[in-house]
Structure formats: C-alpha cells, structure tokens
C-alpha cells in the first residue's frame, strides 16, 4: 500500500489488504511524507491487527521528485525494502475485495507471467458505483495491441513479480505511469497475466492535488475552458512520455521489439497529433502550458 495523504480512505484501503482470505503474506504499508492524517491511521490500523499476515510499516524519506515521479520513487523503494517474489500493489484511495490477493498469487503460480492484473470497479469518493472494467472479458493473456488500444493496464489493478522489475530496472526516474509502463513491458518479458474478475475497487476522486491528472482535470469547470485545455495538453504530454519511456526500457532490458513497435508508433503519433492540436488552441487563446509537476 502506498500512501499520500489519502486520511478519509486509508482506512478502509489497510483493512482490505489485512483482512485479505488468503495465505499468509507480507502487507507493507508504506507512507511518502503525508501531512493530513494518514500516517496515524496506518499505525492505529497496525496496533490494532491480529491476523495472520505479517505488516511491514514504512515511512518513506522525501523525494526530489513530486506528482507521478514522486509515486513511482516510492514503488521502487518498497521493493527495495523486502525480498518478496510477487508484488501486489494497492494505492491510498482504493480498495481490495478479500479475494484479490489469493487469486492474484494462484495465477502467477500457475502460468509463471510477469503480471496479473484483474479487473476492477470504478467508484466514487463515497465508494458509489460508477462502472467497471469493460475489456477484456475472459481470463487470458493479454495481447500487445490491447494493452493500450483498449486501455488494459489503466482499467486492470496491478501485480508484478520482482524479476519482472529487476528486468526492467524499476520505474524510479520515470514521468509516465506505471499503468502505461508496467503492463507493456510486462507482455513483451513474459507476458500479462488477466483475470476477469473485479477483485479491486479503484476510487475515482476528483481535485487537484490528485496524482493522477484525469481526476484534476474533470475536477475543473467545464465553462474554465482555458485551464481546462491547459490540463489536457499535460494529460497528452504525460502519456507520450510514458511511451517513450516504454520504448527505452523495451531496448534498454533487450526485450522483443518487432511485435511492439508498430503498436508503440500508432499510439505515439496519435498522442502526438493530439498534443498538437492542444498546444495550437493554448497559442491561439495566448494561454500558456503548465509545467509538468515533476
């Protein structure tokens, strides 16, 4: 569980981790530096456990880095906190169902991928019912051209083995998500995992210190037509970074590339056009882009 002042959901997103049905494991809680709360919720919900999972309560130091960088600074320091095999990641505002951590484990056993992912609920701050994965639709392998043509990755929750990310040496350093990063690389190393059960609930809340920018910028006004194109051309840039991210790390740990470079030029130029067509209404209105908070 990684956490930034995230008080009014953390304790709901801890004891869906620590009363998981399953096996025993590792529940690492770590938090970055939160300021509202949250860091006390962590270690009240500690005292008070006694299961059968064994907790691992970190404080991360401060980062150099903020927003998206400043999260997957944190990713990679868990994993350099603990030695285990498998990883299943939870942020601060969502949730897992009670089976999600049994499943996740039985079919990295069962077909030795570099992720699963699962698909999931969409709720709202409230934990109201917004929508839910919509594809893919059966368990399986996920394929190159879905992993970012149907949003595969964004939409699943997230689990990863540590040779996985050793291979790819981590996501410290990088702008893009891990929802675009991880899952690509994923298919090309020893593939993407699916299970087409919702076994997490991702909690869509909207403001603006959100890390996640889709959640800022629907947050805005719709008559704020400026700050609202502002935010839509760092959405855009956010996501081509990523990409490229992606094609660095694919040559970089001497993955396949043939069947990902075709699907990784259409995404980027379609990303690019669209950033494009942002950058030209921002020219035209004499609004200038925001910086990538970083």
């Not at 603990?82 to 951590?101: F, H, K, N, V, W």
């Not at 996920?142 to 964004?154: F, N, Q, S, T």
């Not at 540590?162 to 994923?186: N, Q, V």
């Not at 869509?204 to 920018?213: C, E, F, I, M, Q």
Request: proline share 5%; with cysteine.
């Amino acid at each position: 569980l990684n956490t930034y002042n995230k008080a009014p959901y953390t304790k709901v997103a801890v004891r869906s981790i620590l009363y998981q049905k399953c096996e025993p494991f590792l529940a690492v809680l770590s938090d970055h530096g939160s300021t509202d709360g949250t860091r006390e919720i962590l270690d009240e919900e500690v005292s008070k456990y006694d299961g059968p999972h064994k907790v691992l309560r970190l404080n991360k130091p401060p980062s150099q880095w903020n927003g998206m960088p400043a999260l997957n600074d944190h990713i990679d320091w868990c994993m350099e906190q603990m030695e285990c095999p498998y990883i299943i990641q939870l942020s601060g505002d969502d949730y897992s169902l009670e089976t999600r951590a049994q499943r996740t484990l039985d079919a990295f056993r069962a077909h030795d991928s570099s992720m699963v992912l699962t698909a999931q609920y969409t709720v709202d701050q409230d934990m109201k019912y917004l929508a839910e994965t919509a594809y893919p639709v059966v368990d399986g392998w996920v394929k190159i051209e879905d992993v970012i043509a149907k949003y595969v990755g964004g939409s699943c929750s997230q689990a990863w083995s540590r040779e996985f990310h050793t291979k790819m040496k981590g996501i410290r350093g990088c702008l893009g998500s891990s929802d675009i990063l991880m899952p690509f690389l994923a298919v090309l190393h020893k593939g993407a995992y699916y299970l087409n059960d919702r076994l997490q609930a991702y909690r869509k809340v909207l403001g603006p210190d959100n890390t996640g920018l889709e959640s800022v910028f629907f947050a805005i006004p719709e008559s704020d037509t400026q700050t609202r194109k502002q935010w839509e051309e760092l959405i855009h840039f956010q996501v081509i970074v990523g990409l490229y991210e992606v094609l660095g790390k694919m040559y970089e740990a001497k993955l396949e590339t043939r069947p990902a470079e075709e699907a990784l030029s259409v995404a980027i130029s379609d990303r690019a056009a669209s950033l494009v067509r942002c950058r030209k209404d921002l020219s035209f209105m004499r609004v200038p882009p925001l910086p990538f908070k970083a």
